[in-house]
């Protein structure tokens, strides 16, 4: 789907509650083959000063125990960024699915956070509906003094299980593969590699 990055972009241009700043050029993102061995779709919806920890993505993959693919609003306290698309894909995956960084928020309408759709196509047509409702006073992760409903399904997607070594430690974050301090192979210019652990000495 050539379209998808200009379709987000133009819906999270549309929506002035959506705000990362100035120096965020592009905001969404797309791969055909992301960690979830299909397509993906990732858009920063909301960024705000980083000791506030306010970062909301919009995440489109399939989903991973039913039929078809699914577009989720996610609530993170990590700025998630990378140098080419399958970086920023391996790292939402890892902060998101691998660490759990996230959590439900309250909702008001059906799809304002969740949409399950038989489509990549008509999911990511749910993360603009998603985007275009978005307002971070109605998006708050829940309390006990919230009256509003809590979109739980988000659990299902990505799990209440994070995932640790055997001695209890995270994995490494992806990275680029370098060869030397200073020093990169020239492939990793233009799409880096990544790597699970770390290359011997």
């Known amino acids: 789907m050539p379209d998808v990055i200009a379709r987000l972009e133009q819906a999270l241009r549309r929506n002035p509650d959506c705000y990362t700043g100035l120096l965020i050029r592009q905001r969404a993102f797309h ?3 992301g960690p979830s061995g299909d397509q993906e779709a990732l858009a920063l919806i909301y960024a705000d000063d980083p000791g506030l920890s306010k970062y909301w993505y919009g995440h489109v993959l399939r989903h991973p125990s039913e039929p078809g693919f699914v577009a989720c609003l ?3 306290e990590i700025f998630i960024n990378g140098d080419c698309p399958e970086t920023l894909f391996a790292r939402f995956h890892y902060w998101v699915k691998d660490r759990l960084n996230y959590e439900p928020c309250t909702v008001q309408h059906p799809g304002d956070a969740f949409h399950h759709a038989p489509t990549f196509a008509q999911a990511v047509a ?16 829940p309390d006990e003094m919230d009256t509003q409903p809590v979109e739980f399904r988000i659990l299902d997607v990505y799990g209440m299980e994070s995932i640790k070594d055997a001695d209890g430690c995270w994995p490494p974050v992806p990275m680029r593969v370098v060869s030397g301090i200073g020093e ?17 000495p």
């Open 74 to 76: 996610v609530w993170t």
């Open 126 to 141: 749910g993360l603009e509906v998603i985007i275009q409702r978005f307002n971070l006073d109605k998006r708050w992760p």
């Open 184 to 200: 990169e192979p020239a492939e990793s210019r233009t799409c880096p590699r990544l790597f699970v652990s770390s290359p011997p």
């Open 31 to 33: 791969v055909e083959k």
